[in-house]
């Protein structure tokens, strides 16, 4: 029996951050262990009286958005790690971070996004990780596969 679609590992599917020169290079956040992406379109509920008692909701009014996020281990020598802990801090002028988003199928994101949480975490018997939640600030581009 065939199936419809290629598997491929979680760990092709990576998120880099820019290293904020004017024609960026992409850096992968090392260390990463899980990684996800999730795009909301959080609908207006529009539900009335003549709505019969069922939810109806408003055609292209939401406010739209992506939300990537990562687990993993903390390597404070790795540009990408130092990017996002930076850009956490606020260390930067903006607040802001150039992101990337691919997929292991090889479809992308790329686009302007605002740290929204960020935790380091360290345990006696394991190595120190880190978790970081990611914002799209204004429309990301979508890049589909070559």
Known sequence: MATSIQAKAGRAFTIKVSDGAATPTFLTI????????QLNGGSV??????????????????????????????DSLTVGARKIWDAAMAMDASGYIECQIISGHGDSFVGTFVVDNYSRKGDDSNAETFSVSLKSSG????????
């Open 30 to 37: 090392g260390g990463l262990k899980s990684t996800n992406l």
């Open 45 to 74: 509920d529009i539900t009335n009286v003549a709505s019969a008692g069922w939810k109806e909701y408003l055609p292209g009014g939401a406010s739209k958005e992506l939300l990537i996020s990562g687990d993993g281990i903390f």
């Open 139 to 146: 429309p990301p581009t979508y890049i589909p596969a070559p």
